[in-house]
């Protein structure tokens, strides 16, 4: 009996000692990539084709997803706010959490499993296929090649990405409460506009959305490049980019939250 | 793909993306009405604040002039000292009256500014040497109740 | 014959405490052909790797035209590797690239030559290994042979002088199989480079090379030209070049006395 204790403990002790190890790695390697992007902005064009990649592809996810998003808030807000009969405040409420919260989180969380997923995989089958050996044999960095130009296209193409999945959101709210609903349009906009602002909300949204773009990213490359070079290994990785992404964003999106709306309001 | 299609598509995503970022600030939020650092300071001492917080408007006739910037507790008079950043544009006199109101029975709190006649106008830093702090709801009732108290 | 371009003095490596390589020592000149053979698992590519500095030795040293690979610095590394190519088993082509970009890959990434001449170059490389016609084509629609010819035409890009080839033969059938054989042997006098074959396929690589190294538990077992090696009575290099299935290299792998691994009991006994 004691000894199973002790080895439930020494595998306690294991995962954790394996987690933090992984934890450096990924901290060392993610300064890598920061020292080895002077390639990316001098041939710009590397950068540029892989926002087609991970930017314009995602286009269409990120677009729907945010206008049904905003639908679903312009009915759920009018529902509540109607009853106290201040239906006009749908836009406030859509507007504020669209900026504040689901724009950057939401549009993050697909990015993740629609960008971050395709670059580790194809990093990982990169590395499986030793096309990232013989690039290295071609006396050509591949962190520099390979890794470095899509970090960048991930953490460029993201604000831009959440600020779309807002306006999306924005009007797809405007379609519910305004067209359908036919909540005053005036006092639609003007009371969003009177609460949404500019510094405060919008440019804190972007800054979010800035984070979590990095965050994606280097979580989605050095998986990628961390896979063991095996069908099961990348699948595995893949996986992880998700998974692990999707905490960073929630867990990140707190402490961002908690330093940005400290105390106000 | 052909490099050309991939640059115009890029472009095309980026142009988008700025304009989404330009939509939010000037249709949702409120930049057109944005205009930083022209704003001047001025101060005012409160008995006290009731729930006023940082980032509640300051008005005018009932028209958002400024947007109180800071609030603290000050241990040489014991009250609250609050800052406020007014639009450059309104110029208030000297002998502006600051009280803390709220709108409607439960709104928000906001400070509103009666201005006198004084023909000097206040300028950046300046004291509001006049203010009214702020209706405490316990406080008016614990009034109404001695003021009733007395007249038996 | 001037000085040898590699020289493997001691060399040993293991990965985390188990070792690849124990005490490896080969010279090998230039303009030839040379083979290294050795059962599945001896070691064989990773000495490559460490020629190509991608690994560092635990003991001893690799010297490539005269200097220590692992003593090198980043920078003079990357200068070195710019005269070595290296074709991987399955072509290690870059699968978002075309024919002709992989191609001209290391010429766009080293030099600053005008896209005319890499053009010019790219096709002349291309031509060489056959495949002139296939420089529109991507990786996903060329066969084994093909990635592998394609490959081969990449590495000598910048007209190395030195080509190490991790397993050329594996899965080809009979025809590609010759010709990248014979491809390998023609573009090393062509262009005066050294190449160094890992392999265990015997009869095709017996076919081309001009000297055999035998690799087994982590040491030189035996090395000669072909023509010794084929009247070789060592018994490894015998049942090796037989394809013999036992011998010195047993066909169990080290296990317990199978009795007791099947828990019998031993009363019969």
New interface residues.
């Given amino acids: 009996m004691p000894k199973r204790i002790i080895t439930s403990i020494q595998a306690i002790g294991h995962r954790v000692i394996d987690g933090i190890w992984r934890l450096g790695c990924a901290a060392r390697f993610f300064v890598l990539v920061l020292l080895k992007s002077m390639t990316s902005f001098l041939r710009f064009t590397l950068v540029i084709r892989e926002i087609y990649f991970v930017g314009v592809l995602s286009l269409i996810i990120i677009l729907v997803s945010g206008l049904f998003v905003g639908m679903v808030l312009g009915l759920q807000g009018y529902e509540t706010l109607q009853k106290y009969g201040s239906e006009s405040a749908v836009g406030t409420l859509v507007a504020l959490s669209l900026v504040r919260e689901l724009g950057p989180v939401m549009s993050a969380l697909l990015f993740a499993s629609r960008a971050g997923s395709a670059i580790t995989a194809e990093i990982g ?2 590395k499986a ?3 990232l ?9 591949p962190i520099a ?1 390979i890794v470095a130009p899509r970090f960048w296209a991930g953490v460029i193409s993201m604000p831009l990405l959440a600020a779309m999945f807002s306006v999306m959101g924005v009007f797809g709210g405007y379609l519910v409460a305004v067209v359908f609903i036919g909540v005053d349009e005036g006092s639609f906009w003007s009371s969003m506009q009177n609460a949404v602002d500019f510094r405060y909300d919008i440019v804190n949204g972007v800054i979010k959305s800035c984070f979590f773009g990095v965050a994606v990213t280097a979580i989605a490359v050095f998986e990628g490049f961390d896979a063991p070079p095996t069908a099961e290994g990348v699948s595995g990785a893949t996986t992880r980019t998700v998974v692990t992404s999707a905490l960073a964003i929630l867990g990140l999106d707190f402490v961002l939250t908690s330093f940005m709306f400290r105390g106000v309001d | 793909m052909q490099r050309t299609i991939m640059d115009f598509w890029v472009g095309l995503f980026v142009m988008t993306g700025m304009g989404a970022l330009l939509i939010l600030g000037l249709k949702v939020g409120n930049l057109t009405t944005y205009n930083t650092g022209e704003s001047y300071t001025l101060i005012g001492n409160f008995e006290n604040i009731g729930g006023l917080k940082i980032r509640a408007p300051v008005k005018s006739a009932g028209v958002v002039v400024g947007r109180v910037t800071d609030i603290q507790f000050s241990l040489e008079t014991y009250d609250a000292v609050v800052t406020v950043g007014i639009n450059a544009y309104y110029r208030f006199p000297k002998d502006t009256f600051a009280s803390i109101l709220t709108s409607g029975l439960l709104g928000e709190q906001y400070i509103g500014l009666s201005p006198g006649g004084d023909e000097e106008m206040l300028a950046e830093g300046d004291k509001i040497m006049k203010t009214n702090s702020a209706m405490v709801l316990e406080e008016m009732v614990g009034r109404f109740l001695f003021d009733k108290a007395a007249e038996d | 014959m001037s000085e040898p371009l590699i020289e493997i003095k001691d060399l040993a490596f293991s990965y985390s405490a188990r070792p690849i390589l124990k005490s490896v020592n080969m010279t090998m000149s230039r303009g030839k052909v040379i083979a290294i053979m050795g059962g599945s698992g001896s070691g064989k590519t990773t000495l490559l790797r460490l020629i ?1 500095g ?1 690994v560092k030795p635990t003991a001893g040293c690799v010297k490539v035209a005269g200097q220590v690979v692992h003593k090198l610095g980043r920078n003079d590394l ?2 070195l ?2 005269k ?3 074709l ?3 072509g ?4 978002d690239l075309s024919v002709f970009d992989n191609v001209a ?2 010429m766009r ?2 030099t600053n030559l005008p896209e005319s001449m890499i053009r010019d170059l790219v096709l002349m490389k291309l031509h060489a290994v056959g495949l002139r016609g296939a420089y529109h084509l991507m990786p996903a629609e060329l066969s084994g042979g093909m990635a592998r010819r394609v ?1 081969l035409a990449r590495s000598i890009a910048l007209d190395p002088m030195l080509i190490m080839y991790d397993e050329p033969f594996t899965g080809l059938d009979p025809i590609s199989l010759s010709v990248i054989g014979s491809l390998i042997r023609r573009l090393t006098d062509a262009l005066g480079m050294t190449s160094i074959v890992v392999t265990h396929d015997v009869q095709e690589s017996l076919k081309i090379v001009d000297y055999v190294y035998f690799l087994a538990d982590g040491v030189i077992t035996a090395h000669g030209t072909p023509a010794e090696v084929k009247e070789s009575v060592t018994p490894f290099v015998h049942q090796f070049v037989h394809g013999e299935e036992d011998g010195p290299v047993p066909f169990h792998y080290p296990a317990e006395m199978y009795q007791e691994d099947l828990r019998l009991e031993t009363h019969f006994a």
């Avoid at chain 1, 050996?133 to 960095?141: E, L, N």
């Fill in positions: 089958l990169m296929t030793e096309q050996s013989a690039m290295g044999m071609m006396a050509v960095d090649r | 190509g991608e990357f200068r590797r710019r070595m190519g290296m991987f088993q399955f290690a082509l870059f699968t890959f290391q990434e080293h490959a």
